[in-house]
C-alpha cells in the first residue's frame, strides 16, 4: 500500500502558530511556494498579520462549537458592538483578531494578537470562587465538565463562556448564543427590588446562594455571596453582596467584625481621596449583609470593562509577587498614570497596616479602555484579613506585624499611615463591632501611632 502523502506545511503548523520566516527556513521554499502551500490547505491555514509580521496557524475545532467566534463587547447604554473574531490554535494558541484598531491593551509580545493560551483580558471571564462553584454544580453536566470549575481548560471556559455567558464580569460576551440571550435581557428592565425590601430578599438570596444557586455573574473569591439589582429613584444599580454566617456563632460573630471593617475602609479610602467601592451595611435576620456597588455595570444594561492585575502581571511578567512592585513595573512600561501607580503603592501599604493578609493579584482591577495607561479600578476587597477564622473553625486574635518602609518608600508609606490611623480609630468606636475586635482595633492604633512617630 503507498504512504499517504502528509503536507510539510501542514506537518510545520502542528507544533504552533509559526512565523512566514520560520516557514520559508524550515520548508526551504519561496514565498511563492510558501503561498501555495497555504491554499492548497485551504481553510485548515488561517494567516494572521501582514508582510514581515506575518505568522500561519492551524485552526483548531473546540468540541461540536466551531473554531472562530464574534467576541462583543457591551458599552455604557448596553448596546453590544463587535470587538473581534476569537480563533482557536493548533495546539492550545489563540488569535484575537480586531475589527478596526487594535486596542492599545494589545502590547508587546501579543500586539498581533496571539496568545499562547486563552488571552489574559479573557482569563477573568472564566467562573472562579464560591459564585464559580455555585455556576458549575448548576451546569457542568449539560457541558460536559467538571463540577471544579478550577481544573477546567481554556476550551472548557470557552464552552462555558459561549453557552451561559451572557452575563459574565466585564464587558465582554462570547458567540452569538450568549449575545442573543444578552441583548433579550435588555429588552426589559432587569429583575430587581426597592432599597426598602433588602432586608428580606437579601436573607432569602443568601439562603439560595448557601444551597448552591446562581444569583448572577462569577465573582471571584471565598467569601459567601450574590448579586442583586437594586431600584432607587427609577434608575438601577448592580451590587455584589457578602454576608456573614449567623452572628450568634462566633464564626459568624468574627465574619460581621471583617464585614464592617471592610465598609469602614471604603468609606475612609473615598475621604481620603482614592476612589474605592461604593458600600454599604445592613444588618438583617441575624446576618450582616455587605453591599458592593458593581464597577463594571453601570445603570440597567450597560457594562465596563475591566482586567484583574493577576491576569496582566502573569502574562506580561509573571511576578505575582507584591503590588508595590507591581505598580513600580506598571508605571515604567506604560500601563498605569504616575498617579494611579501612587494610588496602588498606597493602597498596598495601607493594606498591610489594617493587617490585610489577603491582597493578591485578583484583589486589584484596571479598567480595559482602549488606549493606555489604564485606569486603576476602583479599590475592593480591603479588610483585616489577618483576623479570618482558621480553616479549622477556630477564631483567633493574634497580633499582626505591620509593614516597615525603605527610606525611599517613607513619604507614600506615611500617607498610607495617616488613613490607617482613621480606619482604627473609625473601628474602636463603630458600635456595629464587637467589643472584643474594638479592643483590637485600640491595640492596632496603638501600634501604628507609635510607627508614624519611629519613621514619620
Known amino acids: 500500500m503507498a504512504r499517504e502523502r502528509t503536507d510539510p506545511l501542514i506537518d510545520l503548523l502542528l507544533q504552533g502558530p509559526t512565523s512566514a520566516r520560520q516557514v520559508r527556513e524550515a520548508l526551504n521554499v519561496s514565498r511563492p511556494t510558501v503561498a ?5 490547505a485551504r481553510d485548515r491555514v488561517v494567516r494572521i498579520g501582514r508582510a514581515r509580521a506575518t505568522y500561519y496557524a492551524l485552526r483548531r475545532e473546540i468540541r461540536t462549537l466551531g473554531d472562530s467566534w464574534s467576541a462583543y463587547r457591551i458599552d455604557a447604554r448596553g448596546r453590544p458592538a463587535l470587538a473581534a473574531s476569537l480563533h482557536a490554535l493548533v495546539p492550545r494558541a489563540w488569535w484575537y483578531e480586531p475589527n478596526g484598531d487594535a486596542p492599545a491593551w494589545l502590547h508587546g509580545e501579543f500586539d498581533h494578537g ?15 470562587g464560591f459564585m464559580g462553584r455555585a455556576f458549575a454544580r448548576r451546569y457542568s453536566d449539560e457541558l460536559g ?10 476550551p472548557g471556559v470557552l464552552t462555558a463562556l459561549l453557552l451561559h455567558g451572557e452575563d459574565s464580569p466585564g464587558d465582554f460576551v462570547i458567540g452569538d448564543i450568549a449575545l442573543e440571550r444578552t441583548q433579550r435581557a435588555a429588552l426589559s428592565p432587569p429583575p430587581s427590588f426597592g432599597m426598602a425590601d433588602r432586608s428580606e ?7 439560595a446562594a448557601l444551597a448552591g444557586d446562581v444569583a448572577g455573574s462569577s465573582a471571584g473569591g471565598e467569601q459567601a455571596k450574590f448579586m442583586a439589582c437594586l431600584e432607587d429613584g427609577g434608575s438601577h444599580r448592580h451590587v455584589l453582596v457578602k454576608f456573614s454566617p449567623p452572628l450568634d456563632t462566633l464564626v459568624g460573630r468574627r465574619w460581621a467584625d471583617l464585614l464592617a471593617c471592610e465598609h469602614l475602609a471604603s468609606e475612609v479610602l473615598r475621604e481620603h481621596g482614592i476612589p474605592a467601592c461604593d458600600t454599604s451595611l445592613l444588618m438583617a435576620h441575624g446576618r450582616y449583609f455587605f453591599q458592593v456597588t458593581r464597577f463594571d455595570r453601570i445603570g440597567a444594561h450597560g457594562r465596563r470593562g475591566f482586567a484583574t492585575l ?7 511578567y509573571g511576578m505575582l509577587d507584591n503590588w508595590g512592585a507591581s505598580a513600580d513595573r506598571l508605571q515604567r512600561d506604560g ?19 489594617i493587617g490585610n493578609a489577603d491582597m493578591h493579584f485578583a484583589n486589584v482591577s484596571l479598567a480595559l479602555d482602549d488606549a493606555r495607561p489604564l485606569s486603576l479600578a476602583p479599590a475592593y476587597d480591603m479588610l483585616p484579613m489577618h483576623y479570618r477564622p482558621a480553616a479549622t473553625g477556630e477564631v483567633l486574635m493574634t497580633e499582626f506585624k505591620a509593614p516597615l518602609p525603605m527610606p525611599q518608600q517613607v513619604p507614600t508609606w506615611l500617607r498610607a499611615t495617616g488613613i490607617a490611623l482613621v480606619f482604627w480609630e473609625r473601628v474602636q468606636r ?12 485600640s491595640r492596632a492604633l496603638v501600634v501604628t501611632r507609635l510607627l508614624r512617630d519611629r519613621f514619620g
Open 335 to 353: 500601563w498605569l498614570s504616575e498617579g494611579d501607580a501612587d494610588l496602588l503603592r498606597v493602597l498596598y501599604w495601607f493594606g498591610g497596616l
Open 201 to 207: 430578599q437579601y436573607s432569602r438570596l443568601a439562603q
Open 36 to 40: 501555495r502551500h497555504v491554499r492548497s
Open 114 to 128: 496571539l496568545f499562547p493560551d486563552l488571552p489574559w483580558f479573557l482569563d477573568d471571564l472564566r467562573p472562579q
Open 310 to 316: 493577576f491576569s496582566l502581571d502573569n502574562a506580561y
Open 430 to 441: 463603630d458600635s456595629r463591632i464587637s467589643d472584643e475586635f474594638r479592643a483590637e482595633a
Open 145 to 154: 465538565l467538571s463540577s471544579d470549575p478550577r481544573v477546567w481548560d481554556a
